[in-house]
């Protein structure tokens, strides 16, 4: 059996075992995204030289029996949003084309140190905004299901190569869904932890408050794998909580006993795909015959969770996109062109002797900044940008940014309302199959809604995860969305691979 088509804990089963080695599994990866990329698109950057260096030199230190790192040998895919030293880390941006990092993210470094081999970048929506990854400055990703229709977003890039079988797993970040919904729409494994849960330091910050790192992956216990390596405590990230990481990938296989799941009563409403439900219901039925109960609930503010949302992380946003201005960070415009532009505007006025607008011209360092960031920043970031600006300004915060973080409150209330009758929370990923590429690119208000089931995920703290349930009458996958109470990934990702124990739909792959 080929490397691409084994799952991550397999493929490390056979590292260990010496049935193969890291040089031939990533040669096997490469060479799928040789053959496949080109209309994919899930790659921004593949470091082959570097990869097979790194495979080669593991390879030598098994053969020398040197000790080795959890994921030693095997091929991880990571977002470009996580500061790599030396390599460029563009957050699919024109603003950051050219930054390569003097350092590397916490978790950058707990896969190194962990002995995985970094087979390349992925593409991703701008700064993570966006759910389609059609917002990269770069490239368009594909659903390798059915290259006309988009893979998700904003991780769409790293949920892609796995679903294509361009790389065992893949490190991504979620801010309002985006790791689970491209995991649903493309038919894999996609988890958000607990907020804290994992450093965010060397994370080119979206929102703040809402973003957290976790992995995509094939199966629960693949992401239970990754996650090991990803967790934990640092003292450079102020929200990262100290807190001991369990043994995921030990104890995921002991099937949840006395499971009770929950389902949420606005979850099914107007605007769900008829598919999609019967395949969440079919779901639930599922674990009914593994001994769940299943009950129904209210969640009131729910349906504030989007307005919630695109207040608060545009906000922020603002807030962290602030420092691109060409001098402190980024980008900086062609300043002699700009000058001779401003020059020749200059004489034009003094020409027709209008001295207003000769006194209204820009200061050249405003201008600097303006261009710079016009020419920088694509069209969803500065649109939040805009956003985010207006609800933090004078006479507007109370009444916008202050009430969304009231209402954040009172989803996150609905939650331990819902935690203390209920294991689990289950629902869809996304309220549609992955959509057309286009189809509501020019229409932001309808992508927001395609949110309405993640969003509250990130508002209120909590962990998450996307697994396959079902596909729909085009063979489009379709995600199951388990959300848990805080910290309790071990219950999520045991209650995941319980059912994925009892289906195949993670097991199915697409035909390239």
Known sequence: MSPIELTATQLLDELRSGLINSVEATRAFLQQIG????????????????????????????????????LAGLPVAVKDLLSTRGEPTSCASRILENFRPPYDATVVANLKAADAVLIGRTNMDEFAMGGSTENSAFQTTRNPWDTSRIPGGSSGGSAACVAAS?????VGSDTGGSIRQPAGLCGITGMKPTYGRVSRWGLVAFASSLDQIGPL????????LLLEVLAGHDPRDSTSIDRPVPEYSKTIGKPLENLRIGLVREHFGEG???????????????????????????????????????????????????????VHYGRRT??????????????????????????????????????????GFGAEVKRRI?????????????????????????????????????DLIAGPVAPTPAYKIGEKIDDPLSMYLFDL??????LAGIGGISIPCGQSGGGLPIGLHLQAPPFEEERLLRGAWMFQQATDWHRRRPSL
Not at 453 to 458: D, E, G, I, L, R
């Open 35 to 70: 053959q496949h990329d080109e209309s994919i698109g899930a790659f921004l950057r593949v470091d082959s030289e570097g990869a097979l260096d790194r495979a080669e030199l593991i390879d030598r230190r098994r053969k020398q029996g040197e000790p080795l790192g959890r």
């Open 334 to 375: 062609d300043e002699a062109a700009m000058m001779a532009e401003l020059e020749a505007e200059r004489k034009a006025l003094a020409a027709l002797g209008d001295t207003a607008a000769l006194d209204e011209l820009d200061d050249p360092l405003v201008r600097m900044y303006r261009r710079s960031r016009s020419e």
């Open 272 to 326: 769900l795909d008829a598919e999609v439900e019967a395949a969440v219901r079919e779901a639930v039925r599922v674990y009914e015959s593994l001994g769940a109960t299943v009950r129904e609930l209210s969640m009131p503010h729910g349906k504030y969770a989007v307005a919630a949302y695109y207040i608060i992380a545009p906000s922020e946003a603002s807030s962290n996109l602030a420092r691109y201005d060409g």
């Open 217 to 224: 992956a094939r199966t629960a216990e693949d992401a239970a």
């Open 166 to 170: 361009m790389a065992p797993l893949a």
């Open 386 to 422: 805009m956003l985010g600006t207006y609800a933090l300004s004078a006479g507007y915060y109370d009444a916008y940014y202050k009430k969304a973080l009231k209402v954040r409150r009172l989803i996150r209330q609905d939650f331990d309302r819902a935690f203390e009758q209920v």
């Open 453 to 458: 089931y993640t969003v509250s995920t990130n």
